[in-house]
């Protein structure tokens, strides 16, 4: 498996994904080619341009409690629509949707058993001989080997989405779970929900914040203390801005994660409590560290001073390419997975040029408030999916680098 790589690049967020991996939506494949950024003047109005029935072992008994438990629970006929955007369709992930609508608490638990499954399917496949090359079964034992690993695969990827689910559950944060806009909600039910900034805020650390709110300032402008004031876009705009700041926040807590360490540690680099004079001339010589979607003009502007940001920017560029990767196929595909659940399939034509033609997409009138929460959302998902990738990969390894 080759890893999918984000590489942040002064204009945009691009995403490089293995040759045998397919983009579904659309929002990845298009993120670089006409990055969304808000600009300083005319907020009024914000337009744009082209720019299965099968028995499930649960391994354990103690699972089989759990079972018992949501077959006589009150919420067992309640959708997982209600939580979370993408519904989960393989056993293991509609097993893992009942116990976050009835018992969240569980999840871990569930997941721990589900893990071993897979580990126990995966060693008696290895085991299993191959039929000789001579035997007419071998294209047949290929094919069901190949079916058996795809859906491993898709109950790997369903699980750690019901982890990242389950993260936001703990914090008492409610996702988006649709961007379907109507004649009394054009923002598509952004605008109609409580703001939780404050607590999006807390599940950062306070230097990964700092980051965060550049990116916020390069994405929103001027107006980012301007609630409510009004953008319209397409959602294939708005689906490339969730979707680079998926990978953002996917970024940020790798690279906060080791900051964290080696600041308990005291054995940060001196350049990381340099001032502010640098950060321009650092800005401009790496400007892959940035997946704020800015013109190349803008670099640098309106940035904070971060020492977060000037640890990053102390890093060599075969560093900063590592950990501007996304390491695992299933993780790739969960963004594309989410993302186009929540905000549908884009309507969108690739012109003879190469470019690309969304005239006939959907458009959305947001504030600039619900703009600022569906950033803030986006990037604890990225955060959230490098923990319960990390985690899940110790207990079931799936990541090669």
């Known amino acids: 498996m080759e890893a999918a790589t984000a590489t942040f690049i002064g204009s945009s967020i691009g995403i490089c994904r293995p040759a045998k991996s397919v983009a579904r939506s659309g929002f990845l494949a298009t993120i670089g080619q006409d990055f969304v950024r808000f600009p300083h003047k005319h907020y009024s109005s914000v337009s744009y341009s082209k720019p299965g029935h099968r028995r499930v072992a649960y391994g354990s008994r103690r699972?089989?409690?759990?079972?018992?438990?949501?077959?006589?629970?009150s919420d067992s006929s309640r959708s997982i629509a209600s939580i979370a955007?993408?519904?989960?369709?393989?056993?293991?992930?509609?097993?893992?949707?009942?116990?976050?609508i009835s018992h969240p608490h569980l999840v871990p638990a569930a997941v721990e058993q589900q893990l071993e499954q897979?580990?126990?399917?995966?060693?008696?496949?290895?085991?299993?001989?191959?039929?000789?090359?001579t035997s007419?079964?071998?294209?047949?034992?290929?094919?069901?080997?190949?079916?058996?690993?795809?859906?491993?695969?898709?109950?790997?990827?369903?699980?750690?989405?019901?982890?990242?689910?389950?993260?936001?559950?703990?914090?008492n944060v409610s996702l988006i779970s649709t961007m379907a806009s109507s004649s009394t909600d054009p923002s598509g039910g952004v605008d109609t929900q409580p703001s939780q900034d404050e607590k999006l805020e807390r599940l950062h650390s306070p230097e990964a914040y700092d980051m965060i709110q550049n990116h916020l300032a390069l994405i929103l402008g001027n107006r980012m203390g301007d609630s409510t004031a009004v953008a319209q876009i397409n959602k294939l705009r708005a689906g490339?801005?969730?979707?680079?700041?998926?990978?953002?926040g996917y970024f940020l807590k790798r690279v906060d994660q080791?900051?964290?360490?080696?600041?308990?540690?005291?054995?940060?680099?001196?350049?990381?409590?340099?001032?502010?004079?640098?950060?321009?001339?650092?800005?401009?010589?790496?400007?892959?560290?940035?997946?704020?979607?800015?013109?190349?003009?803008?670099?640098?502007?309106?940035?904070?001073?971060?020492?977060?940001?000037n640890y990053v920017m102390s890093f060599d560029g075969e560093t900063l390419q590592r950990y501007a990767t996304i390491r695992s196929k299933e993780a790739v595909s969960l963004i594309e997975k989410h993302t186009e659940a929540l905000f549908g399939r884009p309507e969108i034509v690739i012109a003879l040029q190469g470019t690309i033609d969304s005239s006939k997409d959907e458009l959305v009138k947001i504030s600039f408030g619900g703009l600022k929460r569906l950033v803030l959302?986006?990037?604890?998902?990225?955060?959230?999916?490098?923990?319960?990738?990390?985690?899940?990969?110790?207990r079931y390894h799936f990541v090669l680098n």
């Open 240 to 248: 490339q801005v969730y979707a680079a700041s998926v990978m953002y």
């Open 118 to 133: 897979l580990q126990t399917d995966r060693d008696a496949e290895k085991q299993k001989e191959e039929p000789s090359a």
């Open 136 to 171: 007419t079964d071998l294209v047949l034992y290929r094919k069901i080997a190949e079916v058996k690993a795809n859906e491993r695969r898709k109950a790997l990827e369903e699980i750690l989405y019901a982890l990242v689910v389950q993260k936001f559950m703990d914090a």
């Open 377 to 394: 959302e986006a990037v604890t998902f990225g955060s959230f999916l490098w923990d319960v990738e990390s985690y899940v990969d110790s």
């Open 63 to 73: 699972c089989m409690g759990v079972r018992a438990s949501l077959s006589s629970s």
């Open 258 to 309: 080791r900051f964290q360490l080696e600041k308990t540690m005291k054995i940060l680099p001196n350049a990381v409590d340099e001032g502010e004079a640098d950060i321009r001339k650092v800005v401009s010589s790496h400007p892959e560290a940035f997946s704020d979607g800015i013109s190349p003009g803008g670099s640098g502007h309106g940035l904070k001073a971060s020492r977060l940001r």
């Open 85 to 100: 955007p993408l519904q989960l369709e393989s056993p293991v992930g509609q097993f893992l949707s009942q116990i976050l």
